[in-house]
């Protein structure tokens, strides 16, 4: 049985105010982890912490913006302070904005989704990881996305944020092989969160862009439930990707999805 298998271990998991990280927060307790939330919204990211409190588990809010190194820093000091280590890390939290051709978006909007989907798991790995490779264990989770090799119209900055972002993933699992950390990354799809409203909300009058397949998939109740990602999250994090490092895992893949299944049923 998947009950308590992460018993005793502390999680931080970034974006954790809403859609999948508020999902996978919820699984990573009930799996009976100790649960560090992080998220730009106080409101949102305390009411989920409230809310794991208040069903008997362990978690903790930080609100702040991952993209300033003091926040991070703030984060990983919560908790040691409140939990004394480290074991998981998943770096959740992401923007989609500008969705916008690279003539008319803005530099700041730009550079702030690099900093959000790419800068800040670097920093969170790096402040996280000395801690890991000194208690010889550790877990390490790119939540990333197919727009990481797919080129798409308008989203200049998180196509080239997520393939980043999938270059980091190798590059730390090769320096972090044979130590007792693993590093993966995870392709959730198409999921029913506020990005993908976000995404549905853009004019695209008198642009190349085209966001036709995102209403239509919408409509069709395609949109996996975020509770569906979580579990993939926790699978990857727990004891059951065993010696998995340096692999990317996509929501699309049945079979892997149907073992998923089976371990945490």
Request: a negative charge.
């Amino acid at each position: 049985m998947a009950r308590k298998k992460l018993q005793g271990q502390v999680a931080i998991l970034t974006g954790g105010g809403r859609g999948i990280g508020a999902a996978t927060a919820e699984r990573l307790a009930t799996l009976g982890a100790r649960v560090v939330l992080a998220a730009r919204s106080e409101e949102e990211v305390e009411a989920v912490a409230s809310r794991l409190r208040g069903q008997s588990m362990q978690a903790i809010a930080v609100p702040g913006d991952v993209t300033d190194p003091d926040i991070v820093e703030e984060i990983v000091e919560a908790a040691l302070d409140q939990f004394g280590r480290v074991d998981i890390l998943i770096n959740n939290a992401a923007v989609i904005w500008p969705l916008e051709e690279v003539a008319e978006a803005d530099p700041d909007e730009w550079t702030y989704d690099i900093m959000t989907n790419l800068v800040a798991p670097f920093m969170l790995a790096r402040n996280v990881l000395p801690l890991m490779l000194d208690q010889g264990y550790g877990r390490i989770l790119n939540i990333s996305s197919e727009a990481a090799f797919t080129p798409v119209s308008g989203s200049s900055a998180y196509c080239a944020a997520k393939a980043g972002l999938d270059m980091l993933t190798r590059v730390l699992a090769l320096e972090v092989a044979g130590r007792g950390v693993m590093v993966n990354t995870l392709y959730p799809g198409q999921v029913d969160t506020a990005m993908q409203e976000d995404i549905r909300s853009v004019d695209t009058t008198d642009s190349v862009l085209d966001t036709s397949w995102f209403h239509e998939i919408y409509t069709l109740g395609q949109l996996t439930p975020p509770a569906d990602i979580a579990a993939l999250a926790c699978w990857l994090v727990g004891p059951w990707s065993r010696e998995r490092n340096g692999e990317f895992f996509s929501a699309a893949d049945a079979a892997w999805v149907a073992q998923v299944q089976r371990d945490l049923a």
